[in-house]
């Protein structure tokens, strides 16, 4: 794998090349190598990556049901975040908001570009309000807003004073050239759910018992519902998901739970952060991708707990649900074992999924993501060795602190030393940890690099997004997105397992694709070469 390396590096301008060179690193799990990530992508290169907008309306507020999220700016970022993420909700009476549906846009014009376009946004809010009567409304700012100075929180204020009675409506400047990839809507979108929603209702629903909040899932083709009633089986009591099937209401009361787990490290690990800050909730990373780590996390969630009921039943729930996992495994396994995969995917998907691989006696061989940061790659013990540049510096740091009569350690001093042998709070290893030594691991993924891996190594199965998906598959290889999951689904906890290993199955052996000629095998390919 070396060879790729030299092979791509000496095709770019060598300024290129030498930059290049940081991100793409190989594995070795004994001393953990530094990768270069979270910087600018190169002009010029076509990447994966998308927007900070995308991450923070269309990532991490987008899956909430009853917030009429506003795409302020021209129709084409609101069209482009309509569904196309398949992030599904269910709400529980017909009563119920849902505007998952619809896509609301302030559609700017020439016209709202020179003159500005507050008054038209104003418009958006007083229609929208008028028609639907929410709980919330949310305003997302995409480039043109910041660039010609349109002030949403002040336009959210007016409007919060002009609708009157508990409206709730907040705004965010995300626009999309904010940060070098959508990680930065992430952290404007955590900042925001902090100020804005989590914390404001205090009354305790549900059981009080095995009360837990899981951070980062965002409920793609229906993972949410399966790991609901994967939970639900379990009596563990989930307050709320961020942000897979949510409500206002969940995010509000979010702090009356007990346990924080974080599921996309990437996405949300700065709520997780904040909440232990300022209500004393622990927080632990978990994996539910992959049926053995859906196991693991549920003794977790048991062993913090520590009540013999709950040890008990999480026991028998695994031991029926893996009997089902393990009864369909067998049997697609002789088939996968022993194939190759490859993985690049945003920023946590490119890790977990190696575990269902795994499952299947599948390697990965090359995997990497679109806008990770190191600690995503090396671990947090990276931390504090990260340096800030100018483009992490447009992100507002929010300070937090102690909240002056919530706040409420849920264990002591040592009980949590003592649970920390095993469920390592606040410790996220990253993906180098997991990948073979030799194997690459390469940062934000050129078409180029992507290219030449297939040419060289033939991977029997590459997973990444649309932009990808058909240049891959008129190479020859099937391309799983990883994403949306193609039309498949859901593919976490138990019931996911199974989905997955029998859609892998399916691909890896399809023979179609060895009908396909690549472009490397027939005459018509042409090569070019950079001039420099
Ligand atoms: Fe987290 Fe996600 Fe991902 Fe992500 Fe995304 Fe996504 Fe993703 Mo697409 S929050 S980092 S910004 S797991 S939208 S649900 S699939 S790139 S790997
Ligand atoms: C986004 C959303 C995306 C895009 C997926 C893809 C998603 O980044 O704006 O490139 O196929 O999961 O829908 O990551």
Not at 119 to 134: C, G, N, S, T
Request: net charge negative.
């Amino acid at each position: 794998l070396q060879t790729f390396k030299d092979e791509v590096i000496t095709k770019y301008p060598k300024k290129v090349g030498k930059k290049r060179a940081k991100s793409i690193i190989l594995s070795d799990t004994e001393q953990t190598p530094e990768i270069q990530a979270n910087v600018r992508t190169i002009p010029g290169i076509i990447t994966q990556r998308g927007c900070t907008y995308a991450g923070c309306k269309g990532v991490v507020l987008g899956p909430t049901r009853d917030i009429v999220n506003i795409t302020h700016g021209p129709i084409g970022c609101g069209f482009y975040s309509w569904l196309t993420r398949r992030n599904q909700t269910k709400p529980t009476t017909d009563e119920e908001a849902n505007f998952i549906p619809y896509c609301f846009s302030t559609d700017m014009q020439d016209k709202n570009i020179v003159f500005g376009g507050e008054d038209k946004l104003k418009q958006a809010i007083r229609e929208a309000y008028e028609l639907f009567h929410p709980k919330a409304i949310a305003i997302f700012s995409t480039c043109p807003v910041g660039l010609i100075g349109d002030d949403v929180h002040r336009v959210a204020r007016h409007m919060m004073e002009e609708i009157g009675g508990d409206i709730n409506i907040f705004g965010f400047s995300c626009e999309g050239y904010r940060g070098v990839s959508q990680s930065a809507g992430h952290h404007i979108a955590n900042n925001g759910l902090f100020k804005n929603l989590i914390g404001r209702d205090d009354e305790v629903r549900g059981s009080l018992k095995y009360r837990v909040n899981l951070l980062g899932e965002y409920n793609i083709g229906g993972d949410a519902f399966e790991l609901e009633r994967v939970f639900e089986k379990c009596g563990i009591n989930l307050v709320s998901t961020f942000s897979g099937n949510s409500t206002i209401e969940s995010f509000e009361n979010a702090h009356t739970a007990d346990l924080n787990m974080v599921m996309c490290h990437r996405s949300i690990n700065y709520v997780a952060e904040m909440m232990e800050t300022a209500f004393g909730i622990p927080w632990i990373k978990v994996q539910p991708i992959g049926a053995r780590s859906t196991a693991k996390m549920l003794r977790k969630i048991a062993q913090y707990f520590g009540d013999q009921e709950l040890i008990d039943k999480v026991e028998e729930v695994v031991a029926e649900e893996m009997a089902e996992v393990e009864a369909v495994r067998e049997k697609i396994y002789a088939k996968t074992k022993g194939k190759l995969s490859m993985l690049f995917v945003g920023g946590s998907r490119a890790h977990h999924y190696q575990d269902l691989f795994e499952e299947l006696g599948m390697t990965t061989i090359a995997a990497g993501y679109e806008f990770g940061h190191r600690d995503d790659y090396e671990g947090r013990r990276v931390i504090p060795t990260i340096q800030i540049d100018a483009d992490s510096r447009n992100i507002e740091e929010i300070t937090v602190s102690k909240d002056a009569t919530r706040y409420n350690p849920r264990k002591t001093e040592s009980e949590l030393q003592e649970l920390n042998k095993e469920l390592e709070f606040t410790e996220y290893k990253g993906i180098m940890d997991q990948m073979e030594k030799g194997t690459l691991v390469i940062d934000d993924l050129s078409h180029y690099e992507m290219e030449k891996l297939i040419e060289m190594y033939h991977p029997d199965v590459f997973c990444a997004g649309i932009k990808e998906k058909f240049c891959v598959q008129k190479m020859g290889i099937p391309l799983k997105q990883l994403h949306n999951y193609d039309v498949g689904g859901p593919y976490a906890g138990f019931k996911g397992a199974i989905n997955f290993y029998k859609d892998i199955e399916m691909m890896v052996g399809a023979n179609i694709w060895k009908e396909i000629k690549a472009p490397w095998e027939s005459d018509a390919y042409v090569e070019a070469q950079y001039a420099c």
